[in-house]
């Protein structure tokens, strides 16, 4: 047994240091270290707090809010009598959600039949479901046949959709309009292109960047720069206070603040689309014809004057909609718009309905056997319009 302590063996003083002494950590050179390691937990607090309410306040009612999205078909215009059982789907590109305001300003599509409009499912792309929606609209509303009108991006979707259709239900596809669309990512012009990738990048490596809207904000407003930011031989960039805040009242308003505007994911599901674009696939599929079936007629309307397009290289994609479905036995229409720039019917609606009335109406109903084709194997309305 260890002798009992009297009063005069106990010093606080020496327990204290003793216990100074045995710590973990303790050593001459740890000092320094330890005060490092302590500056750098001071500096983490504030941006552990940063996180946290980025977190809460910018991705978590974002996520919440996208959980409840779903695809949806609107129905936008009447079709004549004769015409009841065709239907009209409009889809739009990249950077939208909504297919209706643009399915309005093209009225022409009702004298080919009802015409419906797709809302996509914010959280992100699937043809299939969309096609799905399609095929149970189109069993209630007695519609027969199926004409889908894709807008730039959205005609790689409509093209998905129409293989969906033409190879596994027992609508008929009539046809397929393209707009300005990219069959692949080299028909995107390069600013775009790059301007998408960037945005992938980083939503790979950003936490919540599919949800947030500080994330959305900054790559919109960097996508505008060429408005704001002023050429200089100087070193350092000068900016056009005046220009930039009304590319930030524009971005607030038609992209962080519209409840019409796509979400991140959406728009990372729409380029990724365009990445992995098997529009060739889904042409030559469309081309092969079927006992039971007709093959769809295709139909590319783009800019006559190729530069306009500043998103697409529309000779490039209008090549390959040649190799696939022209020919002599082609079912391609090209028809080339005056004053029009990239997919923009609401812009310009006058040069879209009319090509739709005198060009494309004509071609649809003149198939499958009422054509003509010309020196490129491109099949030709029996309307002409100097196209």
Known sequence: MLPPCSPGDWDDDRRRRRLRDTRLGHSPNAGPARRTLARIAYLLVPLVV???QYWSWDVAPVREQLALTQPRIHQVHDAPPGALDTAVVDLVGLGNLDATATAESLSALSEIGQVWAVEYDNRGLDTAVVSDLILER???????????????????????VAQHLYEETPLEVTGVVLDCTPVDLHAVRAESRNA???MLRWAGWIPGARESRIMRMSVEIAARQERFVVPSDRWYLRIDTAELRGVIEEVLRDKILSDDAPSNGMIESQFRAIVASGAVDNLQALADER????RP???????RYAPADPVVDVEYTQQILVDQSGGPDGTL???KL???GHANPIEAPAAYNEAITRRILPFLDSRPGATETNDEGVAES???DGS
């Open 382 to 384: 029996v309307v002409p």
């Open 338 to 340: 005056d004053g029009i």
């Open 297 to 303: 007629a295709m139909v590319f309307l783009r800019p």
């Open 138 to 160: 189109a069993g209630w509303s007695g519609v027969e046949n199926i004409v889908l009108v894709g807008h730039s991006m959205g005609g790689i979707i409509a093209l998905e």
């Open 333 to 335: 229409l090209v028809s």
């Open 196 to 198: 998408g990738e960037e």
């Open 291 to 294: 006992d039971d079936k007709a």
């Open 50 to 52: 940063l996180a946290a």
